[in-house]
């Protein structure tokens, strides 16, 4: 019994290059039985299909899309646009052209004006056949008056009305233009033709003790391939062998090549640089980063700005008023006042020519997508063309300590003895001793540093007895016949109060903006309140880069920059302190972190909230724009956030928002131009100073500056 499962396939298509093809391809799909959804993605020349296998095979699917005029491309490339001499578009508006041409020329030579007539019809018909369907199409199926509808209502009267050559030159014009949108769309699908060029079609493989070669597709979860110096790597993995450095600039944006060894995680698409590495695959090629990365580019150029979705209601009303006002300005000037029946219903075709808001509609679109394949490129994910616009518009940045403004990997600073009076004095290496000895059976961070520095000055722990984890404070384990306790100096105080002169250096120390805990010893058989023989400082470490990173973000306009953190309220101001930071609000537990980003929304405005993507998952949401560091490799960080830097590189933020104040001018400028341009020719038209070859010169070249002016982004 059919209509029981579901199954969802992608196809990279061919010809799917506007809102227009993909209404159609809609349509023609749609209606097949056993065909639930039709998503499609024209940016990326994919769609994306709902169906039940029961009803309707895939080979059937690609036979449909091919009949319906989109060609599956295999391989899942990207397609290629068809050579201008085997595009039917260009052929045919270049058809229109070579007639036009033919029409004027005979009327030069004195060629009876019926022939002419015919050859100027003829020219009309072959050129408008692509754009005059679609307007049909569009008014018949969608109840949607479009551009094309305007410049077809445009032609045809201005052949009816005794200008037949006018009527061809607009049809030849803007069929050139629609023509030219196919490779207009190619230009801004070279950030996506990049990245997926940046992973290998085959892979090296170490099978049943031999190497073999395999199409990359088949590498398997668990596979063991080898990457050779200068090649790529094919898919996400552990390096099990080898030493090399790798250039992870294609996937994460970080220019300086880093250091990969046995244990470490290498992405898809990065570059080997010397040495062979011997990899595990831990993801397929269909689920490895660089494939997550391709198609959150793709899903984000479908995803509109507030900006966008405007223009696209405003132009959705105003085409039929531009028809509207138009048949006004050709019959109520002859009704009511006199006017020449001629005069005004050419006046009325310049009008609808010079109003269609082609410049205006294509103006933000063409600058957002090129805008996000540039980000990509350079490392950063931004999930649509709303988060470009909201960090265009934000002020205020809050940032998380731990993970980003620091490594997340805290360091011992300091190993202080301490002795109390009348009792024997313990050296700096045996409190160290001590306390890595009882922390390595913790696994804690702070426990982690401990361990680590005993490690380098290569202490050799005594075994520990009666282990015991004191969650969220520390660890006690007896060693030989002494009881051990490491913890935070409030737990010593459990046992009775610090003294004055150990609390005023613990107070010391955490005003550097350091951890401490206490090493506290008791014999281990009398229950007796352990003494402090010793203090450990930790301190997590600063990224190298912090500083520079805060100042580049008060460069792009950030005006107030605040701190959210767990840590302790000293160690985050003395962080703080170092990097400049504006506001410190410590101590905050998840749900605190919300609750402060919601207050710095309701003071400054717009926030952008940076964090790791998983411990300030609910801040990242409860913010403007949530931005995840160091997402490479990490589906929850790729999830969670609106803008993910692929890189732990904060400096990337600031280029993020950069980039997102140079694309919102860029827009500005389409938008203030193509406004301007429309309001010329309209007065032109409605004041009989601009023919209808003029309008449409204006019109196209107007479009064709917009364009060119969008795709300045994709420079970077």
Not at 150 to 172: D, K, N, R, T, Y
Not at 232 to 237: E, L, R
Not at 282 to 299: C, F, G
Request: hydrophobic letters at 45%.
């Amino acid at each position: 019994m059919s209509g029981q499962t579901q199954q969802q396939i992608e196809f990279r298509v061919a010809n799917l290059d506007c809102e227009h093809d993909a209404a159609q391809l809609k349509r023609r799909l749609s209606p097949i039985p056993g065909i639930h959804q039709v998503d499609t993605y024209p940016r990326a020349a994919k769609v994306r299909i709902v169906f039940d296998p029961d009803a309707v095979k895939p080979e059937t699917i690609e036979e449909h899309l091919a009949s319906a005029g989109f060609p599956v491309v295999k391989d899942r490339e990207l397609p290629e646009p068809p050579k201008p001499w085997h595009n039917p578009k260009v052929i045919t508006a270049a058809t229109a052209g070579l007639l036009l041409l033919v029409g004027f020329l005979m009327g030069r030579a004195g060629v009876p004006e019926p022939v002419t007539v015919v050859v100027y019809v003829v020219a009309m018909v072959v050129g408008g056949y692509f754009f005059g369907r679609e307007a049909i199409e569009e008014l018949v199926h969608e109840r949607r008056v479009g551009i094309e509808l305007l410049m077809s209502v445009a032609a045809v009267v201005a052949a009816l009305m005794g200008q037949p050559a006018e009527g061809a030159m607009l049809v030849f014009l803007y069929a050139i233009s629609e023509a030219a949108e196919g490779y207009t769309e190619e230009k801004t699908r070279s950030a996506i033709k990049a990245l997926m060029k940046l992973a290998p079609k085959v892979a090296l493989v170490r099978r049943n003790g031999r190497e073999v070669e395999i199409p990359a597709e088949e590498l398997q979860v668990g596979d063991i391939f080898i990457v050779k110096p200068g090649q790529s790597i094919p898919t996400d993995g552990v390096v099990v062998r080898g030493h090399s450095s790798v250039d992870q600039s294609p996937v994460t944006g970080e220019s300086i090549p880093v250091e990969k060894k046995e244990g470490d995680v290498v992405f898809a698409g990065t570059i080997n640089q010397h040495g062979a590495l011997e990899v595990r695959a831990t993801r397929t090629v269909a689920d490895n980063t660089l494939s997550r990365i391709i198609q959150l580019v793709e899903e984000a150029q479908e995803r509109k700005g507030e900006r966008q979705k405007f223009v696209e209601r405003f132009g959705a009303w105003y085409s039929p008023a531009v028809l509207l006002a138009g048949v006004l300005i050709a019959v109520v000037p002859p009704l009511f006042f006199g006017a020449a029946w001629t005069t005004w219903i050419l006046r009325a075709t310049v009008f609808i020519v010079a109003a269609a808001p082609c410049a205006l509609v294509i103006s933000i679109p063409i600058t957002m997508v090129a805008a996000l394949g540039t980000a990509a490129r350079n490392g950063i994910l931004v999930k649509g063309g709303i988060h470009l616009e909201m960090l265009a518009q934000s002020r205020v940045v809050a940032l998380d300590k731990t993970g980003t403004l620091t490594r997340g990997e805290p360091q011992v600073t300091d190993v202080i003895p301490w002795t109390t009076d009348g009792q024997e004095p313990v050296d700096e290496e045996r409190v160290l001793l001590w306390a890595a000895a009882v922390e390595a059976r913790s696994e804690h961070p702070l426990a982690r540093a401990i361990v680590r520095e005993g490690q380098r000055r290569e202490l050799v722990p005594p075994p520990v007895e009666h282990f015991q984890a004191l969650p969220g404070t520390g660890a006690v384990g007896v060693i030989t016949d002494r009881r051990v306790l490491v913890a935070r100096p409030s737990y010593f105080e459990t046992y009775g109060a610090l003294p004055d002169a150990l609390k005023k250096r613990v107070a010391e120390l955490e005003d550097e903006g350091k951890t401490v805990v206490l090493v506290g010893v008791a014999p281990a058989t009398d229950g007796a309140t352990p003494r402090v023989v010793g203090l450990i400082a930790l301190r997590d470490v600063l990224r190298p880069n912090a500083k520079e990173a805060i100042a580049a973000l008060r460069q792009v306009g950030i005006t107030r920059i605040a701190m959210l953190t767990g840590d302790n309220p000293r160690a985050a101001r003395a962080i703080a302190r170092e990097l400049g930071i504006d506001d410190v609000y410590a101590e905050l537990s998840p749900e605190d972190k919300v609750r402060k980003v919601r207050e710095l929304t309701a003071r400054y405005g717009h926030v952008i909230m940076v964090g790791d993507g998983v411990n300030d998952a609910p801040a990242l949401a409860e913010a403007t724009v949530g931005v995840a560091m160091g997402a490479a490799g990490t589906d929850v960080a790729l999830e969670t956030a609106d803008v993910a830097l692929m890189a732990d590189d904060l400096e990337k933020l600031a280029y993020a928002i950069h980039l997102a104040r140079r694309t919102q001018r860029v827009v500005q400028q389409n938008l203030i131009f193509s406004a301007a341009v429309i309001t010329v020719l309209v007065i032109g038209a409605l004041a009989g100073r601009f023919t209808l070859p003029i309008a449409v010169l204006g019109h196209e070249l107007s479009e064709f500056a917009v364009i060119a002016s969008g795709l300045r982004m994709l420079r970077g």
